[in-house]
T-cell receptor, first 110, second 111 residues
């Protein structure tokens, strides 16, 4: 039981490049979330999903897209990376009230 | 009405002391109040949580105090240890709706 895993752990992008972050969970959770964490800003919700095939916008969705084609996976895409998207990205899944986080992806956009 | 305000932003405590972190919320529909602990380079991990039907919950050295009328809740770490040095986040939600997080408190415990 690996819990919530994220791929990759680190990535450096140039402005304008695109990439996809992968989140996987093996706990059969319905709800999944993508957050970004910046110094002094706490955890800000980007997008979330309440089940396979569904997605919704969170607090800071601009510049990101998501897909939940399979229940266990939640993908976060950056179509044209900008320096403002330099951050640590966390995925989470939720069962009832308890929410579990992945280890994070550190993304730097130069 | 969706905000959760957390204070202080940083906290320095001596080993053996009591660490206290406070959070305030506005939405009276919130009914789940967890605290998360995050070590550097790791994801946040659920530490302890409380529902509004009780005023206090204790797990080992960690205690949540909840004041429904004041719309405040706090985390108390008794006998603080250097290994408790981490960032702590409070959060709140209405049922299984998305969690609203505070901005975090960086705790440093010195020997």
């Amino acid at each position: 039981n690996a819990g919530v895993t994220q791929t990759p752990k680190f990535r450096v992008l140039k402005t304008g490049q695109s990439m996809t972050l992968l989140c996987a969970q093996d706990m059969n959770h319905e709800y999944m979330y993508w957050y970004r964490q910046d110094p002094g800003m706490g955890l800000r919700l980007i997008h979330y999903s309440v089940g396979e095939g569904t997605t919704a916008k969170g607090e800071v969705p601009d510049g990101y897209n998501v897909s939940r084609l399979k229940k266990q996976n939640f993908l976060l895409g950056l179509e044209s990376a900008a320096p403002s998207q330099t951050s640590v990205y966390f995925c989470a899944s939720r069962n009832g009230y308890e929410q579990y986080f992945g280890p994070g992806t550190r993304l730097t956009v130069t | 009405q969706q905000q959760v305000k957390q204070s202080p932003q940083s906290l320095i405590v001596q080993k053996g002391g009591i660490s206290i972190i406070n959070c305030a919320y506005e939405n009276t529909a919130f009914d789940y109040f967890p605290w998360y602990q995050q070590f550097p380079g790791k994801g946040p991990a659920l530490l302890i949580a409380i529902r509004p039907d009780v005023s206090e919950k204790k797990e080992g050295r960690f205690t949540i105090s909840f004041n429904k009328s004041a719309k405040q809740f706090s985390l108390h770490i008794m006998d603080s240890q250097p290994g408790d040095s981490a960032t702590y986040f409070c959060a709140a939600s209405r049922g299984t709706d998305k969690l609203i997080f505070g901005t975090g408190t960086r705790l440093q415990v010195f020997p």
